[in-house]
């Protein structure tokens, strides 16, 4: 017998356009040690506008944090900071999670400039 659908709650469009979504780069990742979970800290060039933000990325399993320098990725960049451990997360780089708990990272199709708004 398959599952019941899973209850999606809906937002209206002046909801979802207060979310920033944005591409950017990877400039650094390293392990992050003092992490509960394995996971990497990624420091992420957003364009002039918005600068370079930090975050704490739970990513180890499908990705080597030296292959991870200068991917582009997307992140939701107006959330406000969040203290991991030592260390303090500015964005929430964003992806996909497989049946096997893995994060699959979300990318722009192509290379694109940093900064640009995903809407």
């Known amino acids: ?9 809906t937002l209206d469009w002046a909801t979802f356009e207060q979310v ?11 392990v992050f040690e003092k992490a509960r979970k394995p ?30 320098i200068g991917r582009q990725v997307i992140a939701v960049v107006n959330f406000p900071p969040k203290q991991i451990a030592n260390f303090m997360s500015e964005c929430l780089v964003l992806g996909a999670v497989d049946e ?12 694109t400039a940093n900064g640009v708004r995903i809407g």
């Open 39 to 68: 996971a990497y800290q990624l420091e992420i060039d957003f364009g002039p506008s918005i600068g370079l933000r930090k975050s704490s990325a739970q990513i180890t399993q499908l990705y080597d944090a030296q292959a991870l």
């Open 100 to 111: 096997a708990g893995k994060v699959i990272l979300l990318q722009p199709e192509r290379s």
């Open 1 to 9: 017998m398959a599952d019941a659908p899973h209850q999606i709650a």
């Open 20 to 30: 920033e979504m944005r591409v950017g780069t990877i400039v650094s990742a390293v």
